[in-house]
């Protein structure tokens, strides 16, 4: 089995390759960068370092082809930029970014592995955004970019669902609160009771397990809002 994680040099995406790792699987981790990446992961056989700039996606079907791998069975879209930035202050490059990084990442990226046949049939996309975008959750202040993106990461769930549910199995898990860097750049004061290998290790378990039972769908994973 191959799997391929997106946002993998620290936190949650980090954490995961190393559990899918484990478990014995085949795993790409896409970053921007693999500088500041431990020799643990640059020197496991099982883990496959790709540099990406969310530009060139023909550059990363070459070097996902020089691997030499399988189809993917599993993408996991975990990738994610946040803005701490009050509406009234939001700026359309604001906008821009959070709906580049958060959206329409995922989507091209999928699109793009679809059309170079990389993906396995059924193949389980696992879509992570957050309960800041989950409808009728706790909204905050100064992420108001950051929720609308995610929250249209959810909606882009759905709709792979309706267009592409013949070939790949899509859902979504919105996580709550979880200790990462992300989240001390949102809530500096806020210790979260979740920790990314707590959330990585439910993530790995969802992903591998339950495409068989949901398709399409959009979780809340959530134990704890900030105070």
């Known amino acids: 089995m191959t799997i391929l994680v997106t946002g993998v040099s620290r936190g949650i995406g980090r954490a995961m390759i190393i559990e899918f790792a484990k478990k014995g699987y085949d795993v790409i981790g896409i970053t921007r960068s693999i500088e500041g ?3 643990e992961i640059k020197s496991n056989p099982r883990m496959h370092l790709i540099e990406f700039d969310w530009e060139n996606y023909v550059g990363l079907i ?3 082809e020089k691997l030499k791998l399988p189809t993917i069975d599993i993408l996991i ?5 946040i803005i701490i930035a009050e509406l009234i202050h939001t700026t359309t490059e604001d906008l821009n970014r959070m709906m580049k990084a958060n959206v329409l990442g995922p989507l091209k990226l999928t699109q793009t592995l679809i059309n170079s046949k990389k993906l ?3 193949c389980h996309v696992v879509n992570i955004s957050s309960m800041a975008g989950y409808q009728g959750s706790s909204k905050f ?14 909606c882009l769930t759905e709709c792979m669902a309706a267009e592409w549910g013949d070939f790949i199995t899509p859902n979504c898990l919105c996580l709550g609160a979880v200790n990462t860097e992300m989240l001390k750049t949102a809530f500096p004061d806020y210790k979260a009771p ?3 290998v707590e ?4 993530i790995c ?9 949901v398709h399409g769908q959009v979780f809340s994973i959530k134990k704890s809002d900030p105070n």
Do not use: Q
């Not at 959330?199 to 439910?202: G, H, K, W």
């Not at 378990?205 to 039972?213: A, V, Y």
């Open 37 to 39: 990446i431990d020799a």
């Open 62 to 64: 070459s070097k996902l």
């Open 77 to 81: 879209n975990n990738a994610a930029s």
């Open 120 to 122: 396995s049939s059924g």
């Open 141 to 154: 202040a100064g992420l108001g970019a950051y929720s609308m993106s995610k929250s249209a990461l959810v």
């Open 194 to 196: 979740v920790d990314d």
């Open 199 to 202: 959330m990585a290790s439910f």
């Open 205 to 213: 378990e969802f992903s591998l397990s339950s495409k068989t039972i």
